[in-house]
């Protein structure tokens, strides 16, 4: 089995950015999930969920750490990591409130004229990340702003058998994971519980569980009217109510991941 690609997406829910090789560590892929739009008034994060536009944003990794939004009919904007422990705003994602530095009025400005409401762009620094959901992991795992986990891995050939079914082409990105996975059968990573990907290890910790943003094209931003492919994954993919496709992973220690690099299941 090998690593077959490897996505970034630095800010939550924008589109994402294939990579060749990528640093990793605690929080995933360095510069993963680190960047978040929130409403101004309420702090409740924001996702494709239910601004599909976001799938049409572009915000990729500067290399001082900071983002680079570009968007049709707007010009792109640098935005610096704003400092640590200044201008805190309080967010929430999901169950978890807590309080990450503001970037600032300007580029606010440019995402709230982009999503057509009024915005906040966030930061999180890796003091203020998050524990991972509650019975999973070791008491040292963090998050950033993904929706519970650092990392997602999909197998190849769990797609190709979602295909066959829908019958129609899906393009991984529609699933966003991180690492891409072939040589493997269909869903082959339920049964994985430790992974190792050239000289890193990872934990498998649980599977993901689905919802209406894969039925989002990420090339155009529009929903499929018939809502697929969820509606052909809840006729076999379906378990207590909820939609599972792809596993999520942390890692163990640092490293670095190079497309091309082998797989070895250890548990």
Not at 144 to 155: E, H, S
Not at 181 to 206: C, M, N, P, Y
Request: hydrophobic residues 40%; glycine residues 10%; aromatic residues 8%.
């Amino acid at each position: 089995m090998q690593l077959s690609a490897l996505y970034r997406y630095p800010l939550k829910s924008a589109r994402g950015e294939a990579l060749e090789r990528s640093a990793t560590g605690l929080l995933g892929l360095v510069g993963d999930r680190r960047w978040m739009l929130v409403d101004r008034d309420s702090g409740r994060f924001l996702t494709q969920r239910a601004f599909a536009q976001m799938s049409q944003l572009s915000a990729l990794y500067a290399p001082d750490g900071g983002l680079l939004l570009s968007a049709a009919g707007q010009a792109p904007l640098h935005v610096a990591v704003p400092e640590a422990s200044e201008a805190l705003r309080g967010v929430t994602i999901w169950r978890d409130t807590f309080r990450v530095p503001d970037a600032g009025d300007a580029a606010a400005d440019w995402l709230s004229a982009f999503i057509g409401k009024p915005v906040r762009l966030v930061h999180v620094p890796q003091e203020r990340t998050r524990f991972l959901p509650s019975g999973y992991g070791q008491i040292d795992d963090r998050v950033a702003f993904a929706d519970g986990f650092p990392l997602l891995l999909i197998g190849q050939g769990s797609l190709d058998d979602l295909v066959g079914r829908v019958g129609r082409p899906l393009a991984m990105e529609r699933f966003r994971p991180n690492l891409v996975i072939t040589g493997s059968t269909a869903f082959a990573e339920d049964g994985w519980k430790r992974i190792r990907i050239g000289t890193q290890d990872f934990r498998v910790l649980k599977p993901c569980s689905r919802c209406i943003l894969t039925t989002i094209d990420p090339q155009t931003g529009e929903r499929s009217d018939d809502r697929e492919p969820l509606t052909t994954l809840k006729t076999y993919r379906e378990k207590e109510g909820d939609v599972m496709f792809g596993q999520n992973l942390v890692a163990d220690g640092e490293g670095v991941l190079e497309v091309g690099m082998d797989v070895v299941v250890l548990e």
